[in-house]
């Protein structure tokens, strides 16, 4: 985990409305994913009349540790440095262990004209061994019933932090601590949407508006402590990300901070 990250308290944003003609862009393993969106487009209370905006979402595998012997490890050994050809999409986490490690990373960037950009979490299942039906708490002689089995997401700790796009003069940008505690905790805050700060130094909408080809990237760091015991056996655990965007011509942060996003799978306002 980094010691060296600056907390400044992001405040979670309650997803509310519908995002219309929003950029939608779902990030799956291994693939970069472009959405664009022409010009002239409008949506309920506001309109996109400057040009086109595209958002492109690289998802990156950085570190997988399961004492070299889990499926896991296994399936994303050449995943390198994210490039394509990783096969997990959604993102699933099984046979973990006391000890394993787990370190994945987004890379968002925009293009056409500078926007706001937010991420959240769908599609997020957590179940016990016994729900996989994998073991049961018969198979394991210090765990009473199935009951007592755990889910990755209660078992297991996570960090989620977000380098931003180095300001004027610096060659990298500043990495800033988002999130520190249960994994279970952070799929759920990042369900209710999370509006990616571009800059540290600039207040108001200015620190939520991204320049176009300046990339933020998010990375979520997932620990199982090594005091985990049998009842974490055969759970597994599994999410994907989406990023969603918005020019910030003519639009405020707030307004789009506290908006339902549409799912790329549902269909828009008509």
Not at 80 to 87: H, K, L, M, N
Not at 116 to 131: C, I, K, L, N, R
Request: proline share 4%; glycine share 12%; net charge negative.
């Amino acid at each position: 985990m980094t010691d060296d990250n600056t907390n400044i308290g992001l405040s979670r944003r309650r997803v509310l409305g519908g995002l219309g003609a929003i950029g939608i862009a779902s990030a799956g393993a291994g693939l970069g994913t472009t959405a664009y969106f022409s010009d002239q487009e409008s949506f309920e209370g506001n309109s996109l009349t400057a040009g086109t905006l595209a958002v492109n979402v690289t998802q990156q595998i950085t570190h997988v540790d399961q004492d070299g012997i889990g499926p896991d490890e296994l399936a994303w050994a050449d995943a390198g440095d994210g490039e394509a050809g990783v096969t997990t999409d959604p993102i699933v986490i099984e046979d973990a262990k006391p000890g394993d490690e787990y370190e994945f990373c987004w890379e968002v960037e925009l293009e056409g004209n500078p926007g706001f950009a937010m991420v959240a979490v769908g599609d997020v299942s957590e179940q016990t061994g016994a729900e996989v039906e994998t073991v049961s708490a018969d198979d394991l002689y210090d765990v009473d019933t199935d009951a007592d089995m755990v889910t990755i997401g209660e078992a297991a700790t996570a960090v989620a932090t977000l380098t931003l796009c180095p300001e004027e003069g610096e060659e990298v940008g500043a990495q800033v601590e988002v999130f520190e505690g249960g994994l279970d905790d952070l799929l759920a805050a990042l369900s209710e949407g999370l509006v990616v700060p571009s800059s540290e130094a600039v207040e108001g909408d200015g620190a939520f508006c991204h320049d176009v080809e300046c990339p933020v990237t998010l990375c979520i760091e997932i620990e199982i402590p090594t005091t985990v015991g049998n009842e974490l056996q055969g759970a597994e655990s599994s999410f994907d990300l989406s990023v969603y965007a918005e020019q910030c011509r003519h639009n405020d942060v707030e307004q789009f901070g506290n908006t339902t996003v549409v799912a790329p799978d549902e269909p828009g306002p008509a």
